[in-house]
């Protein structure tokens, strides 16, 4: 089956990423939230994911004939033919793709007739099984359902889908017009078919699939990731450094452009400390892993969660 019309379920950082790509690749897309002041918090992410898009698209241009391979690899097909005028084609589908976007808070009516949905909630178990049982009666027949999950498997939350038959991950990077990767993972009642169709999906919005031949927490990316940020935590958590200090020192001895805090706040802290709590040991102050949560929960209550709100560990311009 093809998909055409994808439900986003979540407006968070990585869930806007989301819908706004899915759109810009023509598919119809309805984002479902919460509450009004879900989709009022969620309307300013899309309007700077729709600036980004047509500032990197602009950017572009300089690039064209010169052979880089540092252009919006999610947003530009071709490279090698691009044209100026075809940029401006493109910036004409952002647009589109902007003012395409549905914002649904009745469930029932996000749903109807979806052929895929892709949920991108906090990384909270017991939230995703109360959304998943809430939503499994209201699917048609037809759906595929993928969690963007950045830690945890999908045979965690399958049999609360209604369809684990039908069911898998499928995780993007943050930033993914630009770092186009799509983990995608089934785990042991996932039918051949529905892995194929989403595989195929995840290129036709821009991606390069990734396939996991088995489960594994964290993926490919966060198995990598995820250790090397809680290193960097551990060390700001105990006042070994300060986050300045820790990024300066990886980003000289190494040549990477990002130290861990940098990429936290692109992560959003509130993912991070959601990742922090799944520890059991968050839950004593006096371990490394509740220093850190006590940490992150403190840069959150100030209204610091990171690149979405302007300022995290660094402040950014909006």
């Known amino acids: 089956m ?38 009022e918090r969620a309307k300013p992410k899309f309007a700077r994911w729709h600036e980004t898009y047509l500032k990197d698209l602009e950017a572009a241009k300089a690039l064209i004939g010169t052979g880089t391979k540092l252009y919006p ?25 902007f003012e395409s976007l549905i914002y649904e808070l009745d469930m029932a009516k996000a749903m109807a007739d979806a052929d895929l949905v892709i949920e991108s909630l906090s990384e909270d178990p017991k939230a995703k099984i109360a959304f998943y049982q809430q939503m499994a009666p209201l699917l048609p027949e037809k759906t595929v359902i993928v969690t963007n999950s950045s830690t945890m498997v999908p045979s965690a939350f399958a049999q609360y889908t209604g369809r684990p038959e039908k069911y898998l991950a499928l995780h993007f990077a943050n930033e993914i017009w630009k770092n186009n990767t799509a983990e995608i993972m089934g785990h042991a009642g996932t039918e051949g ?23 594994q927490p964290g993926y490919i ?14 060390l700001y958590a105990n006042d070994v450094a300060d986050p300045e200090t820790i990024d300066l020192t990886w980003s000289l001895a190494t040549g990477a452009p990002l130290g861990p805090f940098r990429i936290l706040d692109i992560v959003g802290l509130e993912t991070a400390y959601n990742i922090v709590c799944m520890d ?37 311009t909006k």
């Open 280 to 316: 059991p040991a968050a839950k004593d102050p006096e371990t490394t892993p509740g220093k850190i949560a006590k940490r992150l929960k403190e840069k959150i209550d100030a209204g610091k969660k990171g690149v979405c709100t302007g300022e995290g560990f660094y402040k950014y």
């Open 2 to 39: 093809a998909f055409k019309k994808v439900v986003v379920v979540g407006g968070g950082v990585l869930g806007s990423q989301i819908a706004y790509q899915v759109a810009y690749k023509g598919f119809d897309v309805t984002v479902w939230l919460r509450s009004e002041g879900s989709i």
């Open 193 to 215: 078919k529905y892995y194929d169709e989403v595989v195929e999906f995840a290129g036709q919005i821009g991606m390069i699939p990734l396939k996991l031949h088995k489960e």
């Open 73 to 97: 690899r999610g947003l530009v097909d071709d490279f090698e033919n691009l044209t100026v005028e075809k940029v401006e084609e493109l910036k004409a589908q952002a647009d589109q793709a």
């Open 221 to 234: 990316l966060n198995s990598l990731l995820v250790p090397f940020l809680n290193a960097g935590e551990a």
